[in-house]
């Protein structure tokens, strides 16, 4: 069997981060593994706590990993410190991991900001170009580059601007724009392609971005082109949406395990 690592936060309603990786990677059909960056006290409404994980400890949880069951593909998602980024960065390069999916988590969908300036410059300076790809939505493309994207036009322009400067491929997700679920891809090669998505009617998104980029990461794992991966991973994601999971009092999660839902064992 193939296995993922995902390094990232946990959220304790189970709706994004560790968790959400976990089970996206599980319906996916690869073995799971986790290094923990942070604890999260958070739910559908909000984030209410955050607790940092030491970054020895992150550095032992990867270790532990990479030395027993090595990883054949890697989803970084919440780096909340500059040290951790730089432990990060210095694991990838120690135990020479390869299909990494840099998930560029800066603020949660409720607003929270979760991790400091000089962790972002040192996750764009050090971790992007070490990566097989990052997925940024439009709002952390936006941030990345300090200018609005309001178009399908200024996606390309910002998707390859972001690839060129960091030496990496980018998916640009366009799920924050009204009405369309359509993502741009620009490899560090030059190559470039769309990936319509279909538009589901559901507010319960929460985790989707997490979501998407261990999908892909799990495809990578199973030896499938980046081009393959993503659009079997948007198929994924499509589904779990269009499950209509309904939990929580804000924006619920998704229903990862749908592929099991009928299955006579959840009788």
């Known amino acids: 069997m193939k296995t993922a690592l995902t390094i990232a936060g ?34 559908t409404t909000g984030v209410f706590a955050v607790q940092v994980t030491e970054t020895q ?4 949880q990867i270790e532990a990993v990479a ?21 990060v960065k210095n694991s990838i390069i120690k135990f020479k991991f390869q299909n990494i999916v840099l998930d560029p988590v800066m603020i949660s969908t409720s607003g929270t900001k979760l991790i400091s300036d000089n962790a972002i410059l040192k996750i764009q300076q050090e971790l992007f170009p070490l990566s097989t ?37 980018v998916l640009l997700k366009g799920g924050h724009k009204t009405g369309s679920a359509d993502d741009f891809l620009f490899c560090k090669n030059g190559f470039s392609e ?33 081009e393959e991966s993503i659009f079997r991973a948007k198929e994924y994601v499509t ?14 999660p998704l229903m990862h395990n749908f592929i099991f839902a009928n299955q006579e064992f959840t009788n």
């Not at 941030?143 to 060129?164: N, Y």
């Not at 929460?206 to 980029?213: E, I, N, Y």
Request: hydrophobic share 35%.
């Open 194 to 226: 769309w990936f319509r998505g279909e538009r589901v009617k559901n507010p319960n998104t929460h985790g989707t971005g997490c979501t998407l980029s261990s999908a892909i990461a799990s495809n990578l794992a199973k030896g499938f082109s980046l």
């Open 239 to 252: 589904k779990t949406i269009k499950a209509m999971l309904d939990l929580g009092k804000g924006s619920g």
């Open 10 to 43: 946990s959220d304790s309603s189970g709706g994004a981060g560790i968790q959400a990786d976990i089970k996206t990677m599980t319906a996916n059909g690869v073995y799971a593994m986790s290094a923990i960056t942070a604890l999260t006290a958070q739910n």
């Open 67 to 87: 030395t027993d069951i090595f990883p054949d593909a890697v989803k970084i998602g919440m780096i909340p410190t500059e040290t951790q980024a730089e432990s």
């Open 57 to 60: 400890n992150l550095e032992k």
């Open 133 to 169: 790809l990052i997925t940024p939505n439009i709002p952390e493309a936006e941030f990345i580059l300090s200018k609005k994207i309001d178009s399908e036009t200024e996606m390309e322009k910002s998707a390859k601007e972001i690839a060129i400067q960091f030496g990496c491929s």
